[in-house]
T-cell receptor, first 114, second 115 residues
Framework: DGGITQSPKYLFRKEGQNVTLSCEQN?????MYWYRQDPGQGLRLIYY???????QKGDIAEGYSVSREKKESFPLTVTSAQKNPTAFYLC?????????????FGSGTQLSVL | AQSVAQPEDQVNVAEGNPLTVKCTYS??????LFWYVQYPNRGLQFLLK??????LVKGSYGFEAEFNKSQTSFHLKKPSALVSDSALYFC?????????????FGSGTQLTVLP
């Protein structure tokens, strides 16, 4: 979707295990975002990054960690501290200034607990 | 705190009939309002956005949305529904910063267009 690649499409986590979701974009966008989607709920912001080597917590950051070492990449680690990790995870990037900002989404990763 | 309500979890409409997906919002100041569409196991796609100006906003795939400030609503509409319009639709609101960091999404409305 729009030059944002998320992998894997499906991921299974064992109890106590950390897992990392990949997000790569070739759109040359500065800002990147991670959202969590649960059935019957809207998207909730986990983390976002405006520039390389900088990221900020969103509304539900507990149990997650991110890095932004390259402009193109924004991996999300779901740690063992996240007790309810089963959800659909969406990565997005954006272009434009604040008033004209437009989000582009990847196809998502479905994370399930074994 | 800002919020978005999509009062209908499911909307069914016959192909060729007009469709409406409802959205109401609450935010301080002037709102930025968005509609996104999600097809199964895919990311969200941008449909349209209201910033200011005309209350009727035209977007992709023949969709439009009507902003009503007094009713704090931003309903999505299409004059003639297609089976391919069947998808999950999300309304979202941002405060006057317009920033994606401030976006609040509704819970989504599943639209099914029946042939």
């Amino acid at each position: 979707d729009g030059g944002i690649t998320q992998s894997p499409k499906y991921l299974f986590r064992k109890e106590g295990q950390n897992v990392t979701l990949s997000c790569e974009q070739n759109l040359n966008h500065d800002a990147m975002y991670w959202y969590r989607q649960d059935p019957g709920q809207g998207l909730r912001l986990i983390y976002y990054s405006q520039i390389v080597n900088d990221f900020q917590k969103g509304d539900i950051a507990e149990g997650y960690s991110v890095s932004r070492e390259k402009k193109e990449s924004f991996p999300l680690t779901v740690t063992s501290a996240q007790k309810n990790p089963t959800a659909f995870y969406l990565c997005a990037s954006s272009i434009g200034d604040r008033k004209n900002e437009k989000l582009f989404f990847g196809s998502g990763t479905q994370l399930s607990v074994l | 705190a800002q919020s978005v309500a999509q009062p209908e979890d499911q909307v069914n409409v016959a192909e060729g009939n007009p469709l409406t997906v409802k959205c109401t919002y609450s935010v301080s100041g002037n709102p930025y309002l968005f509609w996104y569409v999600q097809y199964p196991n895919r990311g969200l796609q941008f449909l349209l956005k209201y910033i200011t100006g005309d209350n009727l906003v035209k977007g992709s795939y023949g969709f439009e949305a009507e902003f009503n400030k007094s009713q704090t609503s931003f309903h999505l509409k299409k004059p003639s529904a297609l089976v391919s319009d069947s998808a999950l639709y999300f309304c979202a609101v941002s405060d006057s910063s317009g920033s994606a960091r401030q976006l609040t999404f509704g819970s989504g409305t599943q639209l099914t267009v029946l042939p």
